[in-house]
């Protein structure tokens, strides 16, 4: 289970950081995503994490701006954005797929198995 929190209302050039914490042993084992939605559109990928932590995947439209951490010993995993802007008013997802290999990484959401609940991050102008 995903539990998802750290959403909330902030002006542009505004921060927030999301953590997404994760139930069960298989977390250090897990490929983790941060994805975002909004109103009649599809998911999008916004950053990947490999379970490792070794490699991390961006979006173009974050890089320079969010950034990725995972601290498995508390089976949680941090999204740090910072100078926001209204585009990235969405609900953020946090995803996980079990896997095999340090180095596997997705920016599909189709890939990932589990889901948490969404948090809502609004940017104003």
């Known amino acids: 289970q995903l539990q998802a929190y750290g959403g909330g209302l902030v002006q542009a050039g505004g921060s927030l950081r999301l953590s997404c914490a994760a139930s069960g042993r298989a977390f250090s084992s897990a490929v983790m995503g941060w994805f975002r939605q909004v109103p009649g559109k599809e998911r999008e990928f916004v950053v990947a994490?490999?379970?490792?932590?070794?490699?991390?995947s961006y979006a173009d439209s974050v890089k320079g701006r969010f950034s990725i951490s995972r601290d498995n010993a508390k089976n949680t995993v941090y999204l740090q954005m910072n100078n926001l802007k209204p585009e990235d008013t969405a609900v953020y997802y946090c995803?996980?797929?079990?896997?095999?290999?340090?180095?596997?990484?997705?920016?599909?959401?189709?890939?990932?198995?589990?889901w948490g609940q969404g948090t809502l991050v609004t940017v104003s102008s």
């Open positions: 994490i490999t379970s490792s932590g070794v490699r991390k």
């Open positions: 995803a996980a797929k079990i896997v095999k290999t340090i180095y596997y990484t997705s920016t599909k959401a189709d890939d990932f198995d589990y």
